[in-house]
Every structure is written in C-alpha cells, then in structure tokens.
C-alpha cells in the first residue's frame, strides 16, 4: 500500500524534519506510483542530509529518466559511481540513457562495464540486446536477451524483445514460440498478440492472425485496431 506509506512516512517527516530514512523510502514509494516529480523532490531532500548516498542519486537519477530528464540522470548516475564504482544499476541505467541520447558507444561501454561488475545482471543482458538491436545487430541481440532469459526465466520483455529480433531474420517459428511463452508469463501485454499477429500474417495464417490482432485490439493496443481496419476492408478478420 503505497499511499498508506507515503502517509505515514510524511507524519514522521512533520515529527523529524532530517529523517533521512523515511525521505529516501517516501521518494521510493512516490517512484512506484509512477509521481516521479514528487520522488525527484524527496531524494532532493536525501541529498541535502546526506550528499554522499549512492543509492540516492541513483533512485533520483532513475525518477529523472522516467520523469523525461536523461541528460540530468546521467549526471545522477555519475555522482553514484563516483560514490561507488560498483554500482551496476547506475552504469546499466546510463547506458540506456546514453543510448536515448544518441551515444550508443557511450551506452555500449557503460553496459560492457555493469556486465564485467556483475555477470549475472539480467537487465543489462536485457538492455544491451535492446541496443545491438536498434543498430541492426540481430543475432547479437538474440545472444543478449538470451541470457537475461536463463538468469531471469520469467524476464518476459526479454522473450517478447527476443522474438521481435527471430522475426526480423525470419525465424517466424522461433518468434511465435518466444511470444507465446512470454504470453505464459504475463497474458494481458497487448503488444504480444500484436507482434504474434504480425507473423501469423506472414505465414498466411489468417484465421490466427484476425484472433491476434482481436485480442490486442480489446487489450487497448492503437496498431492493432489500425491493422484490423485496414484488413476488414479487403475482406478479412470480420
């Protein structure tokens, strides 16, 4: 119960106006409720109190990347490895703002560095393949979601990702099987059924792709309910 949290946690502060601990767990809660301005605020808060806590700038730097602030979260996660040069959050979370700011050599170096920290870091395996992907490094990518998959078996973007990646090198038989078993992990991401649809269509598997593309549509997702209109005219998926 997040808002029962930040509740009593902003009692506490009105009792104790440094309790560091109950800024830090107020901001986490905050984060977690998708407030991202207002987590931003308490960690604000942690860093005036303590201005050596690694794990503040790195929950502050993550509040700023969700918050649409990557150029101010990389300097948070800077200040955490300066803080301690250990933290694989900070490097694995620079990286992928790096990469939103166009630096994918800069990205590339920061989730090489969380990998050689910590091998078994399964969001950067995930977040690296993201990037090999984008610059057109399939089977490289294929290797990264890979991993995250056999650390994380339930990491289910990681089969979705990876099935996308199968698809573009035309392995529509291996794509429909990391969709499904993503769909076994979580049913109600609209995008599966999409994507599924997408190569369901081009193995001319029509009835498979109409029902794809159905339960997307009713799951809320705009490029199904686009691609239906557009079939329903040539006289399919009715």
């Given at each position: 119960?997040?808002?029962?949290?930040?509740?009593?946690?902003?009692?506490?502060?009105?009792?104790?106006?440094?309790?560091?601990?109950?800024?830090?767990?107020?901001?986490?809660?905050?984060?977690?409720?998708?407030?991202?301005?207002?987590?931003?605020?308490?960690?604000?808060?942690?860093?005036?109190?303590?201005?050596?806590?690694?794990?503040?700038?790195?929950?502050?730097?993550?509040?700023?990347?969700?918050?649409?602030?990557?150029?101010?979260?990389?300097?948070?996660?800077?200040?955490?490895?300066?803080?301690?040069?250990?933290?694989?959050?900070?490097?694995?979370?620079?990286?992928?703002?790096?990469?939103?700011?166009?630096?994918p050599l800069g990205a590339m170096a920061d989730f090489d560095k969380a990998l050689r920290i910590d091998p078994?870091?399964?969001?950067?395996?995930?977040?690296?393949?993201?990037?090999?992907?984008?610059?057109?490094?399939?089977?490289?990518?294929?290797?990264?979601?890979?991993?995250?998959?056999?650390?994380?078996?339930?990491?289910?973007?990681?089969?979705?990702?990876?099935?996308?990646?199968?698809?573009?090198?035309?392995?529509?038989?291996?794509?429909?099987?990391?969709?499904?078993?993503?769909?076994?992990?979580?049913?109600?991401?609209?995008?599966?059924?999409?994507?599924?649809?997408?190569v369901m269509g081009r193995l001319n598997n029509v009835q498979a792709m109409c029902m794809d593309w159905k339960?997307?549509?009713?799951?809320?997702?705009?490029?199904?309910?686009?691609?239906?209109?557009?079939?329903?005219?040539?006289?399919?998926?009715?």
């Open positions: 119960d997040h808002q029962g949290a930040i509740a009593h946690l902003s009692k506490a502060i009105e009792l104790d106006s440094k309790f560091v601990n109950a800024f830090y767990n107020r901001g986490s809660a905050k984060y977690s409720l998708g407030d991202y301005r207002g987590a931003i605020t308490d960690f604000d808060r942690v860093l005036e109190l303590d201005p050596n806590d690694a794990e503040a700038f790195y929950n502050r730097g993550h509040s700023k990347h969700d918050y649409g602030q990557p150029k101010s979260a990389m300097s948070d996660y800077g200040n955490a490895i300066n803080l301690n040069p250990n933290h694989v959050g900070s490097y694995s979370n620079r990286g992928v703002a790096s990469s939103s700011l166009g630096n078994k870091h399964s969001k950067t395996y995930f977040n690296r393949g993201n990037l090999k992907d984008a610059l057109g490094d399939k089977k490289g990518a294929i290797v990264d979601y890979t991993n995250a998959i056999r650390i994380d078996p339930g990491f289910y973007q990681a089969y979705s990702n990876r099935g996308l990646s199968r698809s573009d090198l035309d392995d529509n038989e291996g794509a429909i099987d990391d969709f499904n078993r993503a769909m076994e992990i979580d049913s109600t991401q609209a995008n599966l059924y999409f994507n599924r649809g997408l339960k997307a549509a009713l799951l809320g997702n705009d490029n199904a309910l686009n691609a239906l209109s557009k079939v329903k005219s040539s006289g399919f998926c009715y």
